[in-house]
């Protein structure tokens, strides 16, 4: 089977175009849409929704039969949590519920567990 080069490197213009075009046409119209209200919705429930996303899809990936690597998991989760709620930082938070969890994973919990 033989590539036909031409194909190949008008798909890959066509999808650079139509990339750049999508990420450019919210500056284009950025003074149209200022004052919408479906904005202004969206930007005040776009964190709250994407957040929800993310916990709901990383406490369906825990294996609850995988003791340790669980218990790792759930205790990334509670740090992140209770850090966020003691400073309310952001990238406290996460660093320091990422770092307990791997941690965590890579061994403290083997031998207890």
Request: aromatic letters at 8%; glycine letters at 8%; a neutral charge.
């Amino acid at each position: 089977m033989t590539i036909d080069w031409h194909y190949v490197a008008l798909a890959i213009g066509c999808a650079a175009a139509i990339t750049f075009a999508l990420r450019a046409l919210p500056f284009a119209i950025r003074e149209t849409i200022k004052d919408s209200p479906l904005l202004a919705s969206l930007n005040a429930w776009m964190p709250l929704g994407v957040t929800v996303i993310l916990v709901v899809y990383c406490l369906r990936m825990i294996d609850l039969h995988d003791t340790p690597l669980a218990t790792a998991k759930l205790a990334g989760i509670a740090a992140t949590v209770a850090v966020h709620l003691w400073r309310g930082n952001l990238f406290l938070s996460l660093f320091v519920g990422t770092g307990v969890c791997v941690v965590l994973a890579n061994g403290w919990l083997a031998g207890v567990l």
